[in-house]
């Protein structure tokens, strides 16, 4: 008997232990009602092509863009994903059934530098 904790004392840990996890909880809650899961997502957008076909994804099918948005906030806030390329967006669209295609641009390139076609065909 003599290992307890007296009464007062364990009131006092407990109202100190529930009130930490309160206001854990509290500023979660508020950390996700402030930031905007858009916005968190169009910055994990690594490279043009992802943010090309995620605005023609919003241009063209609007009342698709926000679940799917929704969806990948809650990976990347998960950890499931880092980033999102341009590759792995297309795949998640066409794994939708959407027919939104990137464009298509040719580079060419000679000595190390962006030319037309004529130059380059020299």
Do not use: C, H
């Not at 000679?110 to 065909?121: N, S």
Request: glycine share 6%; aromatic share 8%; proline share 4%.
């Amino acid at each position: 008997m003599s290992d307890e904790l007296p009464e007062s004392l364990r009131l006092k840990l407990y109202r100190k232990y529930v009130s930490a996890i309160a206001g854990k909880r509290g500023d979660d809650a508020a950390e996700k009602k402030n930031e905007d899961p858009e916005g968190f997502v169009w910055g994990k957008l690594s490279d043009d092509k992802a943010r090309e076909l995620m605005s023609k994804l919003k241009a063209l099918y609007p009342d698709v863009y926000r679940p799917v948005v929704q969806e990948l906030y809650r990976l990347l806030k998960d950890g499931v994903l880092k980033e999102l390329d341009g590759l792995t967006v297309l795949r998640i669209i066409r794994a939708l059934g959407l027919n939104i295609r990137p464009e298509l641009r040719i580079k060419f390139v000679k000595d190390g530098k962006e030319v037309d076609i004529d130059e380059y065909l020299e």
